[in-house]
């Protein structure tokens, strides 16, 4: 199906261990984004990328790293994953231009715990 | 400093009522507002959006009012239904760059 995909839904690890998180968007757009929800936290922003091997860090990006070889693949990985770390990661993408030019895609996200 | 501060965490409304869900901002430089729809188990989708050359944008039962001098938006959804249960999150990108600020989201529970 088209569309934006994460693997797996629900992750369970432990402390130490390395983790990577899944994105996979169909409809070749430039932008994609993870964030993490948190209770009392909202959204926030991880990383970034504008095209392929073009990556920036966002706001919480501590612990994490990306790579992005392929326009429709945005893979996160905990390098070694803390109790902190513990959350609801969202994958995104967006366009560039049209009417909603602002607005992003999310993937149905991914529960990751850390034991 | 650069946020987007959503200071009512809940909210419950009666059905057929109006909902009024409220976000606040602190950059004045913003140009641009989103509000996101999320539900549970799903990851948040677009609902409506407005510019800052607007003071108002409306999409059938949901508008999206901006007042500048007030760095104050709002999202009112009229009449609220049982569907419109869900977490709302206002959102703006940070001019000339890509990435977004979120709020913390209002959960809004429209009671049958």
């Known amino acids: 199906d088209a569309g934006i995909t994460q693997s797996p839904r629900y992750k369970i690890t432990e402390t130490g261990r390395q983790v990577t998180l899944m994105c996979h968007q169909t409809?070749?757009?430039?932008?994609m984004f993870w964030y993490r929800q948190d209770l009392g936290h909202g959204l926030r922003l991880i990383y970034y990328?504008?095209?392929?091997?073009?990556?920036d860090k966002g706001e919480v990006s501590d612990g994490y790293v990306v790579s992005r070889s392929k326009t429709e693949n945005f893979p996160l990985t905990l390098e070694s994953a803390t109790r902190s770390q513990t959350s609801v990661y969202f994958c995104?993408?967006?366009?560039?231009?049209?009417?909603?030019?602002?607005?992003?895609?999310f993937g149905p996200g991914t529960r990751l715990t850390v034991l | 400093d650069q946020q987007v501060k959503q200071n009512s965490p809940s909210l419950s409304v009666q059905e057929g009522r109006i909902s009024i869900l409220n976000c606040d901002y602190t950059?004045?430089?913003?140009?641009?507002f989103l509000w996101y729809k999320k539900y549970p188990a799903e990851g948040p989708t677009f609902l409506i959006s407005?510019?800052?050359?607007?003071d108002k944008n409306e999409d059938g039962r949901f508008t999206v009012f901006l007042n500048k001098s007030a760095k104050h938006l709002s999202l009112h959804i009229v009449p609220s239904q049982p569907g419109d249960s869900a977490v709302y999150f206002c959102?703006?990108?940070?001019?000339?760059?890509?990435?977004?600020?979120f709020g913390t989201g209002t959960r809004l529970k429209v009671l049958a």
């Open positions: 959102a703006a990108p940070i001019s000339g760059t890509y990435k977004y600020i």
């Open positions: 995104a993408s967006k366009i560039v231009g049209g009417s909603n030019y602002n607005e992003q895609f």
């Open positions: 407005i510019s800052s050359i607007k």
């Open positions: 990328s504008a095209a392929a091997d073009i990556t």
């Open positions: 950059n004045s430089m913003f140009d641009y």
């Open positions: 409809w070749s757009h430039s932008y």
